[in-house]
């Protein structure tokens, strides 16, 4: 057994200074900034979320602006079987976490555990 959930909304910025867009999607959506350089590098940037929300990431990149999804699980390679088995694609394996593909061309990320296990959202698969 293996649980997984939608983990974060990721806003993929095709930007050269993060700070800018960060703060523009702060006001527009209501959201302080929780960390505005989360890995150190100056790509990631985080927006407030309660415990029971997926995070709001940003995401310094060099491809078209766009928005993806993270899925969270507690075991990687379990998920991504799973989700292959459904007909998604592997990518790339980037950090510690998998680019894949849907069948339908869309993007999404599936990235190790985030958050302890919080409400009803979360699945569980055999």
Same mark, same amino acid.
């Given at each position: 057994?293996?649980?997984?959930?939608?983990? *974060?909304?990721?806003?993929?910025?095709?930007?050269?200074?993060?700070?800018? *867009?960060?703060?523009?999607?702060?006001? *527009?959506?209501?959201?302080?900034?929780?960390?505005?350089?989360?890995?150190?590098?100056?790509?990631?940037?985080?927006?407030?979320?309660?415990?029971?929300?997926?995070?709001?990431?940003?995401?310094?990149?060099?491809?078209?602006?766009?928005?993806?999804?993270?899925?969270?699980?507690?075991?990687?390679?379990?998920?991504?079987?799973?989700?292959?088995?459904?007909? *998604?694609?592997?990518?790339?394996?980037?950090?510690?976490?998998?680019?894949?593909?849907? &069948?339908?061309?869309?993007?999404?990320?599936?990235?190790?555990?985030?958050?302890?296990?919080?409400?009803?959202?979360?699945?569980?698969? &055999?």
């Amino acid at each position: 057994m293996h649980k997984s959930r939608v983990s *974060a909304f990721v806003l993929d910025c095709r930007v050269d200074d993060l700070a800018a *867009a960060t703060q523009f999607w702060s006001q *527009a959506l209501g959201r302080p900034v929780t960390n505005s350089d989360q890995d150190g590098d100056g790509k990631y940037a985080e927006l407030r979320t309660d415990t029971d929300e997926p995070f709001l990431l940003l995401q310094r990149v060099d491809h078209e602006p766009r928005i993806h999804l993270d899925i969270e699980t507690d075991d990687l390679d379990a998920e991504v079987a799973r989700l292959e088995a459904l007909g *998604a694609k592997r990518v790339a394996f980037i950090k510690r976490w998998w680019v894949m593909q849907a &069948p339908t061309g869309h993007r999404f990320c599936v990235v190790r555990k985030q958050r302890e296990e919080v409400g009803a959202h979360l699945n569980e698969w &055999p």
